[in-house]
């Protein structure tokens, strides 16, 4: 595929709270950690698993804010 072509045209978009966008965020971001295996983990310092879920969090934010309306 040469095109991106963006997941909501045509598509109506849900409005949610702060707080409910926020959770959706940090639910994701957790199943996303749960993917990663263990002995990844085992390797990092509790500052670097911080780290990265603090990374998996930003990245995921603006995916899933392109499909929800901002708070009206």
């Known amino acids: ?5 963006s997941h909501t ?4 978009l849900v ?3 702060d707080d409910q966008f926020d959770e959706l965020v940090d639910d994701a ?3 996303v950690n749960n993917l990663i295996p263990d002995r ?3 390797a990092l310092s509790a500052s670097e698993r911080s780290e990265l879920l603090i990374a998996i969090n ?3 934010t603006p995916i899933l804010g392109a ?5 009206l």
């Open 15 to 17: 409005p949610l709270t």
């Open 1 to 5: 595929m040469t095109h991106h072509q």
């Open 58 to 60: 930003d990245a995921l």
């Open 40 to 42: 990844l983990f085992a």
């Open 29 to 31: 971001t957790h199943a």
């Open 9 to 12: 045209s045509g598509q109506k």
């Open 67 to 71: 499909y929800f309306a901002e708070d």
